[in-house]
């Protein structure tokens, strides 16, 4: 690489290496294209850095990308990086930074930063780090990627940060309060924050009021953490909001109709196993540009409103109502999905027949339910996106339709512990994508087919 790196080559505005297989050390001879603006050397795969002073010519790169390259012995790594006055897009996952001895040096120069998204993803930091992020952390700064390391909670300099629109902080293993998180960002940076991604954390505590001071949200992911108790009403009030994920928590206190109004535009809502039941939340069919739903394993014992089933004409992508207690017919499926939907209704009491389903649907999941019947209608559907169909432990009869070998895109056929009868059609040797097949308690018959 070195004398590709010593040639005529000055004038280079833009150089991606990323994703090949090279090995050793970065050579300095990176710092002679003095003109560079862009630079990715992301997943090269062994590559490794002695130091960065090389990176101190490159007064003009705005674009630095070095994810799964070890930093672990570039001391002072921060002072190098602060003097490209110009660079304001730095992505550094996956670089071992935890287990760099000097980042900073004592004259830190502390000068406001330019960098405009800062990625440090999964580089097991500890909350130690946040005494050399502080001189990054300026209102340049637009978007800021913590997840994946090792933070208890966040200093209270971020709340400070006006320009902050997107914070990312999931997968991080301390318990902390989540007021007390959210009240360190609860200055300026609440009222630019849009998005803040925290997933899968030990956040403790419930959803406080503070969260009416982030009137800019318009996604907020909580999923798989600890919380518990009553949510907030002032969160139904953010007026921006359009992405909302608090599933896998202990989370109640939804409010009533009314108060769901307040949320006009949002697309995605996921309030798996929080607790909404035992009645069936009418205040979703208030949300009419919802895409997404997902309420699964949230207590509900109700039948679900008629007007439920065609509220999203043609707009849904996703509806999972799986492992609740819902009992009742299922009217329509054709109505309300887009192309490549998923729907999941599993681990239900619904029963009666399966009459309409959209042809726009990838995933289609019934079982474990008590539906009866034939399963003729899957031939108004066969020139459609069928990927994966389960079917299974219902109390479906009749025989398998020769119109399943239309299905040239099905992977996955699950009819198990039903009542279908009849011979098995020889459907099976034309579906050229099909993955698995369960066909396990039936009454099926006669001779096996040549596939």
């Known amino acids: 690489m070195e004398p590709f790196l010593q040639g005529s080559l000055t004038e280079l505005r833009e150089l991606d290496l990323s994703s090949n297989s090279l090995y050793g050390a970065i050579p300095p001879e990176f710092g002679n294209l003095t003109n560079l603006q862009v630079l990715f050397l992301s997943n090269v795969g062994r590559c490794r850095i002695e130091n960065l002073e090389w990176l101190s010519p490159l007064s003009h790169l705005e674009v630095l990308a070095m994810d799964g390259i070890s930093l672990a012995k570039t001391n002072h790594w921060v002072d190098v990086i602060l003097s490209l006055r110009k660079l304001y897009w730095l992505s550094l996952k996956g670089c071992e930074l935890s287990q760099v001895m000097y980042p900073f040096s004592s004259f830190l120069n502390s000068s406001s930063s330019s960098i405009e998204v800062l990625s440090l993803q999964n580089n097991s930091l500890n909350s130690s780090m946040y005494r050399w992020l502080f001189p990054f952390t300026s209102n340049n700064l637009l978007s800021l990627g913590l997840s994946d390391n090792m933070l208890d909670g966040i200093p209270k300099y971020l709340g400070n940060l006006c320009s902050l629109e997107t914070l990312s902080f999931y997968n991080n293993s301390a318990a902390v309060k989540f007021p007390d998180f959210l009240n360190n960002l609860s200055r300026c940076t609440s009222l630019s924050l849009k998005s803040l991604y925290a997933s899968n954390n030990q956040f403790t505590g419930s959803l406080p009021d503070e969260i009416q001071k982030f009137t800019s949200l318009t996604g907020l992911s909580l999923s798989e953490n600890q919380l518990k108790g009553t949510i907030s009403k002032k969160l139904w009030e953010l007026p921006n909001l359009?992405?909302?994920?608090?599933?896998?928590?202990?989370?109640?206190?939804?409010?009533?109709?009314?108060?769901?109004?307040?949320?006009?535009?949002?697309?995605?809502?996921?309030?798996?196993?929080?607790?909404?039941?035992?009645?069936?939340?009418?205040?979703?069919?208030?949300?009419?540009?919802?895409?997404?739903?997902?309420?699964?394993?949230?207590?509900?014992?109700?039948?679900?409103?008629?007007?439920?089933?065609?509220?999203?004409?043609?707009?849904?992508?996703?509806?999972?109502?799986?492992?609740?207690?819902?009992?009742?017919?299922?009217?329509?499926?054709?109505?309300?999905?887009?192309?490549?939907?998923?729907?999941?209704?599993?681990?239900?009491?619904?029963?009666?027949?399966?009459?309409?389903?959209?042809?726009?649907?990838?995933?289609?999941?019934?079982?474990?339910?008590?539906?009866?019947?034939?399963?003729?209608?899957?031939?108004?559907?066969?020139?459609?996106?069928?990927?994966?169909?389960?079917?299974?432990?219902?109390?479906?009869?009749?025989?398998?339709?020769?119109?399943?070998?239309?299905?040239?895109?099905?992977?996955?056929?699950?009819?198990?512990?039903?009542?279908?009868?009849?011979?098995?059609?020889?459907?099976?040797?034309s579906m050229i994508k099909l993955e698995a097949l369960d066909l396990y308690k039936n009454d099926l018959s006669e001779e096996f087919p040549v596939c």
């Open 242 to 429: 359009n992405s909302l994920d608090l599933s896998e928590n202990s989370l109640q206190g939804f409010p009533s109709s009314d108060y769901m109004s307040n949320l006009p535009d949002i697309e995605y809502i996921d309030l798996s196993s929080c607790k909404l039941g035992p009645r069936f939340p009418k205040w979703i069919q208030n949300l009419k540009n919802l895409t997404s739903i997902e309420i699964a394993n949230t207590g509900i014992s109700d039948t679900i409103p008629l007007k439920f089933w065609d509220s999203w004409p043609s707009q849904l992508t996703l509806l999972n109502l799986s492992s609740n207690n819902i009992s009742g017919k299922v009217p329509d499926l054709s109505s309300n999905f887009d192309n490549n939907s998923v729907i999941d209704l599993s681990s239900n009491n619904f029963d009666g027949p399966i009459t309409n389903v959209s042809s726009t649907v990838a995933l289609l999941n019934l079982s474990r339910n008590k539906f009866s019947g034939g399963i003729s209608f899957l031939c108004e559907v066969v020139h459609g996106f069928l990927v994966i169909l389960d079917l299974s432990h219902n109390s479906l009869s009749g025989q398998i339709p020769d119109c399943l070998w239309h299905f040239k895109e099905l992977q996955v056929l699950n009819l198990e512990h039903n009542n279908l009868s009849g011979r098995l059609p020889a459907f099976v040797g």
